[in-house]
């Protein structure tokens, strides 16, 4: 089975921690995705990836950053974690135009 | 940048009914997508509609894209309990690279 694997399914970290989300496709997908997802806000793009190393800015990129050092892996960092960022992490990959894969999600609670 | 637009934001069915969820856009598309997600998990694709295509099947889902409403509407025929999901719709807007764009989705719940 294809998938993509994110790292924790659960993550509690403090306010001002470095936080890393790891993101990896076993599918050779050349885009690669971060959405946050809040109640009531849907989904929100917070960088996207279309070649290694090439990153793009999504509607929400503030307070994060992205490394993409190979095809298969796609990292999400909050630089200095804040409660804003409690929330559900969604990873996602695709070739071209077609459908996303998505994984199982991180919820990350920052205390 | 919220393109899609889900209603009704909350449905709930009996066992055996049809279900059906609608989404409207925004701007031009390559194409629009149907994705369910079960509580506390990730998406899981269900549907792709191409901008040149006006109906699309698969098994009991069935997809109707207007281009010229900018609307879009899934059909769950039969519901069954397991179809208890949140439904979003996503668009892949010509002029937003390659990220799709999704809606707030709509949820579902069908009782037996």
């Known amino acids: 089975d294809v998938k993509v694997t994110q790292s924790s399914r659960y993550l509690v970290k403090r306010t001002g921690e470095k936080v890393f989300l790891e993101c990896v496709q076993d599918m050779d997908h050349e885009n690669m995705f971060w959405y946050r997802q809040d109640p009531g806000l849907g989904l929100r793009l917070i960088y996207f990836s279309y070649d290694v190393k090439m990153k793009e800015k999504g509607d929400i990129p503030e307070g994060y950053s992205v490394s993409r050092e190979k095809k298969e892996r796609f990292s999400l960092i909050l630089e200095s974690a804040s409660t804003n960022q409690t929330s559900m992490y969604?990873?996602?990959?695709?070739?071209?135009?077609?459908?996303?894969?998505?994984g199982s999600g991180t919820r990350l609670t920052v205390v | 940048s919220q393109q899609g637009e889900e209603d009704p934001q909350a449905l709930s069915i009996q066992e055996g009914e049809n279900a059906t969820m609608n989404c409207s856009y925004k701007t031009s598309i390559n194409n629009l997508q149907w994705y369910r997600q079960n509580s506390g998990r990730g998406l899981v694709h269900l549907i792709l509609i191409r901008s040149n295509e006006r109906e699309k099947h698969s098994g009991r889902l069935r997809v109707t894209l207007d281009t010229s409403k900018k609307s879009s509407s899934l059909l769950i025929t039969a519901s069954r309990a397991a179809d208890t999901a949140s439904y979003f719709c996503a668009t892949d807007a010509v002029q937003a690279g390659t990220a799709l764009i999704f809606g707030k989705g709509t949820t579902l719940s069908v009782s037996s």
């Open chain 1, 90 to 102: 969604l990873c996602a990959s695709r070739m071209a135009q077609g459908g996303y894969t998505f």
